[in-house]
């Protein structure tokens, strides 16, 4: 769990007062500006780099719409404070909480409940038509109409939802409404041709009514209460890297192709400012032409970027899978920017897997070749780390030279077995650079069967679960030698 | 004649009047750049309509579209102005030897020896302009931070000549595949537009816009296929140019349903690499119907 954001009162408040110190020439009243500075401040706290000059630009945007439609209100600050996709996505969730919990404290405040809401006699009288209510969301999920699914959540707690039976857990609740709905993904064959559940309903409107479901029972909970819960900071994987069995290999390729196309162009601002850059003599002279043969703009020889030999060993053992496939692709993909390269994969035993990546494009084919011929789980399928650096260092001690650079990815979970890390300070000693990837969070280290700290000593280690933090180790890998210490 | 839209949902039947259908947030956001005068950053993947939507809003705007396309290595004299030195070597050639050098100089750092680049053009026209930065994200930060002074002052300055300032609010818009991260200081002047590949309705009306002809059963199972095809990990997916192309193409060849036979002929219009063909025909393909079978629910 990460530690709630820091809030820092006391710049909050100054930073509150210098907006309201600013002549606003528009009709929005203190509350309302009031309310839009605190959304601002919850998107600053979880990560939305936000200026105050986009909060201004807020402001005099709203008058420009009609602003009381939810949709124009959401959509013109989207397009004021969130500027990239995933600020749009955080943006999002942060909206649908913070507007969410806003409007139920007003509630609380001014007194206003709703007769009976919550008691199971709700609005569509005592008895409620079970089927014909499954067939209607079902429908409605379909056709993605988001009021009526609105209206339907409230029929369905109301349907299936005893007050004082719920679990207390409001997951719990949701789930146990959904299989009495009967929403699945998978055509279902005993309902009639024209209805949308015969061919499965879609991934999204379902989640997207699990997520009404729980905001309504969320709702009754602090009407019952009458008070409101503490503010869930956004769950830290909803940012984490793209893992787990329902991850395509579409996905994962479109993220690579962003990482691939970014480094082209990043280390720009560094290549144009080396000390010693050369000259292009035949592009000035082809510059020169402009001005009569007199050679005015000098043009500069380009400063490639490192091209390094890598080593790339990944443990494959079931606590690290999700995050050693993502990673194993993203090298692959990116194999161009190497000049060449070499994959392992190791559990108990080490065994090279190169050539199953350049064969294979398919996730699971690769991950079935690998369960199947690399043979890296011998008895325990637990790791072993000491063998695996004993046995590496056997196959590569050869090719190991100072400008190779060794990947380890691994959680350094030892299982109680001997580390071995002399004989990885070994391998570090041959290489040029070595690096470790952890994909555990860097609070986790060292705890329990992890000795991540004896490895850390020969090598650069790194945390990486999420995109941004593997983005950055590439970036650190990719970087042209000249702005290295 | 230039036009000033009063709501959000005047740009939005503009841009339906002149072929464009956009969606909630691409209307609000135009109008709002129309509105406070800001520029707005378009991005999304390849062939969404980010180009589109310029040309369209220059054309439902009554103004002129100035186009500036980016790509790695653009500098000032390409983007801004450039004296026109092949015409001053001429002109300083043709004077006779006695002219003194202030005149020559007055004269050859005149306007007659300026070559307007887009951004110039766009800053310096008397009729309010649509400027279109396309690909933004394929230039250097260095003209990056160039373009921050030109779209926080619409100006620019001439050594020789002086301050151009803009006589009127040209409507900028600036695209970016997000090929790179743009920096923050130009995101903050700017509005964001993120536009995806739109949802199935959507881009069935588009088609249908576009090519009313189309018996509405194909366009829906066309558009299916089209958004089946973009679920794969493809090198290009399709563009909605490309399904716009394919309704057209469907409509020329007659075709009464998109069997399996009709869908290995003509996709090659949608598809555009080797690999791509091979994936999409073992993914998609197998899911049509055979050319003899009726058009049942295939494409699920």
């Known amino acids: 769990m990460p530690p709630p954001p820091d809030r820092r009162p006391s710049r909050e408040a100054s930073r509150r007062a210098a907006l309201f110190s600013e002549p606003l020439d528009n009709p929005l009243d203190a509350g309302l500006t009031a309310h839009l500075v605190e959304f601002g401040e919850e998107l600053r706290g979880e990560g939305v780099a936000l200026g105050t000059s986009e909060l201004l630009d807020a402001f005099s945007a709203l008058p420009e719409v009609a602003w009381n439609e939810p949709t124009l209100f959401r959509e013109t600050l989207a397009a004021t404070l969130a500027k990239s996709p995933e600020d749009r996505a955080i943006f999002d969730l942060v909206f649908e909480r913070f507007f969410f919990r806003a409007t139920e404290l007003a509630a609380l405040t001014t007194g206003i409940g709703e007769a009976g809401s919550g008691s199971g006699d709700g609005e569509g009288g005592p008895e409620i038509d079970v089927d014909a209510l499954r067939e209607q969301i079902a429908r409605a999920i379909a056709e993605q109409n988001e009021s009526a699914l609105r209206d339907l959540a409230r029929l369905a707690i109301a ?327 | 004649m230039p036009i000033t839209p009063e709501r959000p949902d005047e740009v939005s039947s503009g841009l339906t009047d002149v072929g464009y259908l956009p969606d909630d947030a691409t209307a609000l956001v135009a109008f709002l750049a129309i509105k406070l005068g800001k520029p707005i950053l378009v991005e999304g993947p390849a062939g969404v309509g980010k180009t589109q939507l310029a040309k369209s809003l220059a054309e439902t705007l009554g103004r002129e579209l100035v186009r500036l396309q980016c790509y790695e290595g653009l500098d000032e004299a390409k983007a801004l102005y450039e004296w026109n030195y092949r015409k001053q070597l001429l002109r300083i050639q043709a004077e006779a030897q006695d002219t003194g050098w202030q005149e020559v100089q007055d004269d050859i750092f005149g306007e007659d020896f300026l070559l307007e680049r887009p951004l110039m053009t766009a800053i310096a026209s008397p009729d309010p302009v649509v400027l279109l930065i396309d690909e933004i994200d394929k230039t250097d930060q260095e003209f990056e931070a160039m373009l921050l002074e030109l779209l926080s002052d619409f100006q620019i300055s001439i050594p020789e000549l002086g301050r151009i300032e803009a006589s009127t609010m040209p409507l900028v818009l600036l695209t970016s595949n997000n090929s790179r991260e743009l920096t923050e200081a130009l995101k903050r002047r700017c509005l964001y537009l993120w536009i995806d590949y739109p949802s199935l309705e959507h881009e069935l009306e588009i088609v249908r816009l576009h090519a009313p002809e189309l018996d509405a059963k194909i366009a829906r199972r066309m558009v299916e296929v089209v958004a089946m095809v973009r679920d794969l990990d493809l090198k290009k997916p399709p563009s909605i140019a490309e399904s716009i192309d394919w309704a057209r193409a469907l409509l020329l060849l007659g075709a009464t349903d998109i069997d399996s036979k009709t869908f290995n002929e003509t996709m090659s219009i949608i598809v555009k690499h080797r690999t791509d063909i091979d994936i999409v025909a073992e993914r998609v393909g197998v899911k049509l119907d055979g050319p003899e079978d009726g058009a049942s629910a295939a494409a699920s």
């Open chain 1, 159 to 485: 349907a299936f939802a005893q007050p004082g039976e719920g679990s207390g857990v409001l997951g719990v609740d949701v789930q146990r409404i959904r299989r009495s709905l009967g929403l699945r993904t998978d055509p279902q064959g005993d309902v009639p041709q024209d209805d949308p559940r015969a061919e499965g309903l879609p991934r999204d409107g379902i989640r997207r009514f699990e997520q009404l479901l729980r905001q309504e029972l969320e709702r009754q909970q602090i009407e019952r209460t009458s008070s409101l819960p503490a503010a869930r900071p956004l769950h830290e994987l909803d940012r984490a890297l793209p893992s787990g069995p329902l991850q395509d290999l579409a996905s994962v390729h479109r993220v690579v192709t962003q990482l691939k196309r970014r480094l082209k162009t990043q280390g720009q601002e560094h290549r144009g400012h080396r000390r010693h850059a050369q000259v292009d003599i035949r592009r000035t002279m082809r510059a020169s032409l402009q001005t009569g043969g007199v050679p005015i703009t000098l043009r500069y020889r380009p400063v490639r970027p490192r091209r390094p030999e890598l080593f790339v060993i990944c443990d494959v053992s079931t606590s690290v899978t999700s995050a050693s496939v993502f990673f194993l692709s993203v090298m692959h993909a990116l194999h161009d920017s190497f000049r060449k390269m070499r994959s392992f994969v190791f559990i108990e035993r080490v065994s090279e897997v190169t050539e199953v990546f350049e064969r294979e494009r398919d996730f699971k084919a690769v991950s079935e070749a690998i369960a199947r011929d690399a043979g890296v789980a011998d008895i325990s399928g637990y790791t072993d780390y000491g063998r695996v650096w004993g046995e590496l260092l056997e196959q590569i001690q050869d090719e190991l030279h100072p400008r190779a650079t060794v990947i380890v990815l691994g959680d350094a979970r030892t299982n109680g077995r001997a580390p071995g890390a002399d004989l990885f300070a070994q391998i570090a000693a041959r290489a040029g650079r070595t690096y470790w990837l952890n994909p555990e969070p860097r609070l986790y280290w060292n705890y329990g069967d992890s000795v991540i700290d004896t490895y850390a000593q020969y090598c650069e280690a790194y945390e990486c679960w999420t995109t941004a933090q593997l983005e950055n180790f590439v970036k650190v890998l990719t970087a042209p030698e000249a702005t290295r210490p």
